[in-house]
């Protein structure tokens, strides 16, 4: 059976992505804080296991795009993270930012604002990943079993997280880029991972796959990534539950 997505949330959802990510460096406190500020009722993040053991905020698998340091964050204990600078690349306003750990921000955040965690992995079994992220919302209790929702790329990682948290939201994610497998860039994802709800590339929505995943299917559209008004309303109006946008502020659904 699935899963509500967030029902006690006012729709549309609206995911700050990687934070408030146009006015602050991505995936840092000073735009999850940012987020906070303008208003947006959810922020959208992204997680890895580092060395030793922490789940790290952070996109991608280095920071050679944020900090220049292109040391894998497998290879790196929590230690050495911290000292990263994440944030001057931004803005030199932002040079004290560093990494955050996963723990940190749903101690702030949860539960006023709602988290999607995104799973960043390749492994397709024997994975750290999933248990180490369902025994911290568990232990968080009720905190954080109504305030976050779990999705990935990888429909393995996702099953295996689902198998643990059954009654947290998942999703799979997809897109028609070259770096996803060619057999998950339609969503097929989805029916590997048992997931709840669907976090498609925007560019592939349109009535008729509405139709087809939230109708015949039942499970709620929440695309990325939107920052223009105009396509955020289309997408409302076609019958998206929600939106995971870089631009929040700019999209004129915040209450």
């Known amino acids: 059976m699935m899963v509500s997505l967030l029902p006690d949330r006012p729709r549309p959802l609206l995911f700050a992505h990687r934070g408030c990510s146009s006015l602050a ?16 009722p959810g922020i959208e993040l992204d997680v890895h296991v580092c060395a030793s053991g922490e789940l790290i905020v952070a996109h991608d698998d280095n920071f050679t795009r944020t900090a220049r340091d292109r040391r894998a964050i497998q290879d790196l204990d929590y230690q050495e993270i911290k000292k990263i600078d994440v ?7 932002f040079r004290e930012e ?8 749903l101690e702030e955040f949860c539960p006023d604002i709602y988290i999607d965690i995104e799973l960043k992995t390749n492994i397709t079994k024997n994975d750290p990943l999933p248990e180490l992220l369902a025994k911290k919302i ?43 497998p060619l057999i998950l860039r339609r969503g097929f994802g989805r029916m590997l991972s048992h997931c709840d709800y669907l976090k498609p590339d925007k560019n592939q929505i349109n009535v008729f796959s509405f139709f087809r995943f939230s109708i015949l299917e039942g499970r709620p559209l929440v695309p990325w990534t939107v920052d223009e008004s105009d396509s955020a309303a289309k997408l ?13 502020q700019d999209l004129g659904i915040i209450r």
């Open 138 to 180: 568990i232990k968080m209790g009720d905190r954080a079993l109504k305030s976050t929702v779990v999705s990935s790329f990888n429909p393995f990682c996702l099953a295996e997280f689902k198998k643990l948290c059954p009654h947290i939201p998942t999703a799979i994610i997809w897109s028609s880029n070259k770096e996803v």
């Open 25 to 40: 460096p991505e995936n840092t406190f000073a735009s999850f804080r940012k987020a906070r500020e303008i208003g947006s």
């Open 87 to 93: 944030g001057s690349w931004f803005d030199s306003l």
């Open 98 to 105: 560093h990494p955050p750990v996963l723990d940190d921000v």
């Open 236 to 248: 409302i109006e076609i019958g998206c539950e929600g939106i995971i946008s870089n631009r929040p």
